[in-house]
Structures are given as C-alpha cells and as structure tokens.
C-alpha cells in the first residue's frame, strides 16, 4: 500500500472515530468481519446502464436508468425507449418532441453510447459486478443491511431500484472505512487470467488509466444457485436481503415450476423448501436435493474518467444490434398508422 493510501486511510479512520456514531460503528465492524470471512472477491462480469449529465440539474453525471443489464445494447433500448416515452408523455413542444425523435431515429440503426439532446448527454454507462467469496462459497446479507420496512410474503412484488438518481462522482465520500478502502483498491482491478480472452484485458488495463476514479453503486441482493461446478446466479439483482429473499420464494413456488416444466415431484420438492424457507423469516439459503440456492450481497463499481463515466468497452459483446422498438411518431405527438 503506497503513502498516498495509508494517508487517505488514516484520514477516514479519523472522520469514523470523531463521528462516534454506534450505529456506524457497529456497521464498519460488520464490514470489517465480512473481510476476514470473505476475503476474495468474485467478478460476474460487465453490466450496463444509463447516466445523464443535465446542466440544469448539477454538474455531475447521475444514473437514470439501473446499471444492471448484461450487454450493452439493452441499455441502448432502454435509452430508445427513455426518449420516446419523453417525447411521447413529456413534452408538448413540437421542436423538442422532434429532436427527442431524431436521437431515437438514431438508436434504432446505430449502436450508439451516447447522445446529446437539448444540451442533455445521456450516455451508455458501463459497470463491472462482483460478490466477496471465502470457504464457504459468496457472501449473504450482512447483518446491518437495511430491510425494508414491508416485509411481507404476499401480494405485488417490484421492489424500485436504488441506482436512479445516485451520483457518479467518485470524489464523493463512501461511508465507512472499508468501503473506502475498498473503492482506493479497486482503482488497479483489471481482468486477468487467461480465462479472459487478451482484447478483453487490454481493454481493462486501458479503463484503468482512462479512467481512474471509482464509484461504488448501492450494494445488492441476488440468489445464486451452487452445484458441482460452482455458483451461478439465477436471479436479478434487488434493493434489500427480503427482496431477494421474496424473489426466491415466488420463484420455486411460480415462475420455475413453469419455466422449466417441473414434473410432479420436483414441483412438491421445491414447494417443500419454499415453505420451510419462508418459516425461517430470514434464512439466506434454501436447498432442493442436491442443489443450495443462497442470497448473496453483491457489489458494482463504475470507471470514470475526465469526461465522466466510462462507456462500453470495445471488447464489450452484444448478440444483437439496434432495432425499431417503437411507432413512428410525428412531430405534433400523433402515433402514424402502418407501424
């Protein structure tokens, strides 16, 4: 660890003990326990989102969209449909619903990152996804993770996502003295290995110097399945331990069952773990015969460089491209017949 760290380090140990905030302190404690129990950590992959910089707003980028999709062209949809919906929905200003229409003329033939509307830039934001991992396997829920305040079993389920709105400055303080060290040592991570194709890693060791800074965006919940050849995660990823919690019980009681045509007996056995699952209250691992589903904590980090956060990476695979997702709408608002 170089000067500049332990100086950085040592600054944050000072801000934590003059704030003498048990709360906070039992949380560092948390943190400081989950780094000796899970000392590696595990990279999923890139995922991808959408961050706008708006005058009008401030002078930092802010994510608008969640940076949780697997390949970069999905964000690409999601920005298409960002702009069409606002000139759909949001404006009645004929030139503005154009210009929005024009950036949406655009997403549908080009693969794009990033586009600029009305002194607005919205662009392709790029992440990478990783868990802590130790003995055992990947990290479950902290202790001191926030649970919502409805921690029900029943009824609607879509829990909002925490990443729109959070600012993607990495100077802005992380609370908690591990986070920060986390955030100071992740400025060297690049992909390694040969399981990493060497386009991929030239490309990381390149962000690495393009972009320097770091952003650690809110931490998440997802369910992993563990089988003989390892974990691999089976859900998306949620805002609180229950959410994910409440993610796996509706999957081994609905969407499994018919997703993958349980027979009789797998229904009544996932059925069975289910129900003893949700007894539990806050158990983090369920298990189906031979197969463990756990609820893991996992982590995302963004680049960000000079001009903001980093985009997609060359390197970067999508298995489709752009498309029409949308009816062609004219300038006064009106949805054209044919499309």
């Known amino acids: 660890m170089g000067d500049d760290w332990k100086q950085q380090l040592d600054q944050l140990h000072a801000g934590l003990v003059q704030r003498d905030d048990p ?6 404690a948390d943190a400081v326990d989950a780094s000796y129990r899970y000392p590696y950590l595990a990279v999923r992959g890139p995922v991808f989102g959408i961050a706008v910089l708006d005058p009008a707003a401030g002078p930092h980028w802010r994510v608008v969209k969640p ?4 390949m970069a062209q999905q964000a690409r949809d999601t920005l298409n449909s960002l702009l069409w919906f606002k000139a759909k929905d949001d404006t009645d200003d004929r030139a503005e619903r154009r210009d929005l229409l024009a ?5 549908e033939r080009r693969p794009v990152n990033e586009l600029e509307v009305r002194g607005v830039r919205y662009r392709v934001v790029r992440g990478d996804e990783f868990a802590r991992t130790g003995d055992d396997g990947l990290e479950p829920p902290r202790p001191t993770d926030p649970e919502p305040a409805d921690r029900s079993w029943t009824g609607r389920h879509n829990p909002p996502s925490a990443d729109p709105g959070f600012t993607l400055d990495p100077t802005e303080d992380t609370p908690g003295l591990m986070s920060s060290a986390l955030k100071l040592g992740l400025r060297e991570f690049t992909y390694t ?4 194709p060497a386009d991929v890693r030239k490309d990381s060791e390149r962000a690495a110097h393009t972009h320097p800074g770091i952003v650690l965006l809110p931490v998440g919940f997802g369910v992993a399945e563990r089988r003989e050849k390892g974990w691999r995660p089976r859900t998306a990823l ?8 409440r993610m796996l019980y509706d999957a081994m009681t609905e969407s499994w069952p018919l997703l993958h045509k349980f027979d009789p007996e797998e229904r009544a056995a996932h059925a069975r773990a289910a129900e003893k699952f949700k007894a539990a209250g806050h158990a983090n691992e369920a298990r189906v015969g031979d197969t463990l589903y756990r609820i893991c904590r996992t982590e995302r980090l963004v680049r960000v460089g000079p001009d903001g956060p980093e985009p997609p990476r060359p390197s970067d695979v999508d298995s489709y491209g752009p498309m029409k997702m949308h009816p062609t709408m004219d300038e006064e608002g009106r ?3 044919g499309d």
């Not at 940076?67 to 697997?70: E, P, Q, R």
């Open 238 to 245: 949620m805002p609180t331990p229950h959410d994910a919690r």
């Open 335 to 337: 949805l054209l017949p």
């Open 67 to 70: 940076v949780v999709d697997g």
């Open 193 to 196: 290995g040969a399981r990493f």
């Open 103 to 107: 950036a949406v003329a655009i997403l």
């Open 23 to 28: 709360a906070e302190l039992v949380t560092e």
